[in-house]
């Protein structure tokens, strides 16, 4: 589990194609590694990976045809990444709970300045529509976020300077693809009034 609170920024250095898989290097200088043993969970981008070798300042894990058919953001040499190690029972919850498992890819129609923040609008997969709502959490690349708004499978987002600074959200124009996870509680809550139905 994630808090979508991102630790620190890394990028790819290296990429391996391994059949349909691929095994990926990430240098992050800034991650603290004091704690981290092989076979932990690091989120990248919101997607949760299995540390398979430690380097002095970098990481390396395997990513699945399935995860990288599913994602965006993994295959690109020299991309930053969103960095957070995995919950403790003793963490803060500082954002909202996090799985790691991106429920879909949206794509953002625009990013624009207000004040001084920005407003991110972003169109979700139509599936995933009925679990957005407004003052409701979501996780964007990783990164735990507040909905303002919410039309249809559109909602927007404000930033505020410190989480652009923080995270690669910064790099995002319209037509950016981004990886969406929704709130784990109102699948849940879903699946409950399923069962009762």
Do not use: W
Not at 83 to 103: C, M, N, P, Q
Request: hydrophobic share 40%; with cysteine.
């Amino acid at each position: 589990m994630f808090t979508g609170i991102i630790q620190t920024l890394g990028h790819i250095s290296h990429i391996e194609a391994r059949g349909g898989d691929l095994r990926l290097i990430i240098v992050a200088p800034g991650l603290d590694y004091s704690d981290v043993k092989l076979g932990d969970s690091i989120a990248v981008n919101g997607v949760c990976l299995t540390a398979v070798e430690l380097g002095r300042d970098s990481f390396t894990v395997d990513v699945s045809r399935e995860s990288l058919n599913c994602t965006v953001g993994l295959d690109g040499v020299g991309r930053e990444v969103n960095l957070e190690k995995a919950l403790r029972l003793a963490d803060r919850l500082g954002g909202h709970l996090v799985s790691g498992h991106v429920d879909g890819v949206g794509q953002v129609l625009s990013f624009e300045p207000v004040d001084d923040c920005f407003e991110l609008v972003i169109r979700a997969p139509q599936a995933l529509a009925k679990y957005i709502s407004a003052k409701g959490s979501i996780t964007v690349n990783g990164v735990s976020l507040t909905t303002n708004r919410v039309e249809g499978a559109d909602f927007s987002i404000n930033l505020i300077p410190h989480t652009l600074e923080q995270t690669t959200l910064k790099h995002l124009k319209a037509e950016s693809p981004v990886n969406l996870e929704v709130d784990l509680i109102a699948r849940y809550i879903e699946r409950m009034l399923g069962n009762r139905g």
